[in-house]
C-alpha cells in the first residue's frame, strides 16, 4: 500500500498547526491566570544557543508552508517574523492552515518526481520529493513541535502528551 503525498502532508501538518494554535492559547491562559509577562514565555529559551518560543512558532508555521510548497510547485506565502504577541503568533498559524487547507490534492500529480533542492548560508543539497518530505521537512517540523512543548513544560504552562497528539477521535470500548 502507498501513501500519497499528499495524505503526508496536508492532514499532518494541519494537525501539528492545530497543536501549536493549542499551545499559544495554554501559553496565554498560563500567563493570564498567574500573572505572568507573556514576554518572558514569547523569550524563553531551552538553551542559550536555541532559538526562543516565538522562533519556535515561526519555524513550524515555515516548515509546513515551505514544504507544502516545494511539493506542489504553488508559491508559498511570505510572513515577516515580526510576531511579538500571543495575538500575532495564533495569527500566523491560522493563515498558514489557511495556505495549507487551500491545497487541493491534485496539485500533488507528479510531485514525487520533483526534485526539491535546499539551501543553506554555505551548503545546498538537492533530494526528490519523497526523501525531502521524510528525511527534512517533517523531521524538522516535529523537532520544531517538540520544542515549542518542551519550552512551555520549562516554563510552568501545564502541557501534556495529549496536548502533543492533538486532536483525535476516541471510541468508547
Known amino acids: 500500500m502507498s501513501i500519497s503525498l499528499y ?11 492545530t497543536v501549536m494554535a493549542d499551545y499559544i492559547r495554554k501559553a496565554r491562559a498560563h500567563c493570564e491566570a498567574n500573572a505572568v509577562d507573556p514576554v518572558s514565555i514569547l523569550t524563553a529559551k531551552l538553551a542559550p544557543d536555541m532559538l526562543d518560543f516565538t522562533a519556535q512558532i515561526q519555524r513550524v508555521s515555515d516548515t509546513a508552508k515551505f514544504a507544502v510548497a ?3 510547485g504553488v508559491e508559498s506565502p ?9 495575538d500575532q503568533l495564533r495569527d500566523r498559524i491560522a493563515n498558514t492552515e489557511a495556505f495549507i487547507a487551500g491545497i487541493l490534492e491534485d496539485r500533488f500529480d507528479g510531485a514525487q518526481s520533483r526534485q526539491i533542492t535546499l ?3 554555505t551548503q545546498q543539497t538537492t533530494m526528490d520529493a519523497v526523501d525531502y518530505l521524510f528525511k527534512f521537512a ?5 523537532f ?13 504552562v501545564e502541557v501534556g502528551k495529549m496536548d502533543y497528539l492533538g486532536p483525535f477521535e476516541m471510541q468508547p470500548v
Do not use: M, S, W
Open 70 to 72: 516545494r511539493l506542489t
Open 78 to 86: 511570505k510572513f515577516d517574523d515580526d510576531e511579538t504577541t500571543f
Open 119 to 121: 539551501k543553506f548560508r
Open 7 to 17: 495524505r503526508a502532508t496536508i492532514p499532518v501538518y494541519l494537525r501539528g498547526l
Open 138 to 142: 517533517l523531521p524538522n517540523f516535529y
Open 144 to 156: 520544531h513541535v517538540t520544542t515549542t512543548h518542551d519550552l512551555l513544560r520549562a516554563q510552568g
